[in-house]
């Protein structure tokens, strides 16, 4: 089923939307709390609220935030593992939303999901090499020494001995075990490309090699990654745009050197203001210190959520909730969700 994309508007930020691989029209995602006896709904996790932004082809968006922002509901939903509450996902010219689990079933081969737990993510009892030939008899693709040759094929391109082949997970080292999650992921030569956190679980010391192999895969067969993480480093390394995630909502959108270099939300500056700097580039910066715990997501703030941890909130920031806009003096590709953005470039440029 192909679908219209839907025009461009203030909360809708994209590039051409005709050029997007993946487009993501106010999407939103909220799980029922119920209690009692009777199991009765008596409030809502808002995971996703009203997201909007566009992937092109052969880009690196990454997505950043603390835990329980809501980054893996929201990969999760495009991919339709959990269906959202309201919004679209258009894949390729297919509405994902509107489409039956048997309707996706020949779109799985072109999206494909690489996920943060290599402990998890395989099962125990499988080989190596039947984990990685999985998707080849779900989808009825390659039969017999063809997959085989195929199987070995990709242990060569993740960088995998052939002898694991016939090895358990068990066997395995963390790094090489998400190795084998991204062969798995690769095997039906998809176009897009879930990565959920795929080096938070691994060594320092394992990460580089992990994030260089996405790299290298991605040149090679032209993929489109959504790049999930909390660790700002990572993503500025990767990544050709940065969105910045807080309580479900999307804060702060922009090139990634840009956002990395110079960020424009209060969120978005605590976040890059947190990670060590060794680059002079961001000695500069002044230091923005979050006060208080994450609001829940059950009970949000009203207004603009991210108000009661904010050292710059105003009385119109409780009352009001800010909508995504370009700021001034920044260019169109950049996004931001707080209307004193440019007042408070302006008084950290200033010092304290």
Known sequence: MCAALPQATPNNPQHDAADALLSVRNLTKHFPVKKGFFNKTVGHVHAVNDLSFDIRPGEILGIVGESGCGKSTLARCILQLLRPTSGQVLFDGHELTRLSQN?????????????????????????????????????????????????????????????????????????????????????????????????????????????????????????????????????????????????????????????????????????????????????????????????SPINPPTGCVFHTRCPHTQDNCKTEDPQLRVPDHHGPNRWVACPHAEAIQQSLKKGP
């Open 103 to 295: 309707e996706l079933r020949p779109l799985r081969q072109d999206m494909q999901i690489i996920f943060q737990n290599p402990y998890s993510s395989l099962d125990p009892r499988m080989s190596i090499g039947d984990t990685i030939a999985e998707p080849f008899i779900i989808h009825k693709t390659k039969r017999g020494p063809q997959r085989t040759a195929a199987v070995r094929e990709l242990l060569n391109l993740v960088g995998l001995a052939q002898s694991s082949f016939d090895r358990f997970p068990h066997e395995l080292s963390g790094g090489q075990r998400q190795r084998v999650g991204i062969a798995r992921a690769l095997a039906l030569r998809p176009k897009f490309v879930v990565a959920d956190e795929p080096v938070s679980a691994l060594d320092v010391s394992v990460q580089a090699q992990i994030l260089n192999l996405l790299i290298e895969l991605k040149d090679s067969f032209n993929l489109t990654y959504l790049f999930i993480a909390h660790n700002l480093s990572v993503v500025d390394y990767l990544c050709d745009r940065i969105g910045v995630m807080y309580l479900g909502h999307l804060m702060e959108l922009g090139p990634a050197h840009q956002v990395y270099d110079t960020p424009l939300h209060p969120y978005s500056q605590s976040l890059i203001n947190a990670v060590p700097k060794t680059d002079p580039r961001h000695r500069h910066q002044h230091r923005i210190l979050l006060e208080g715990d994450l609001p």
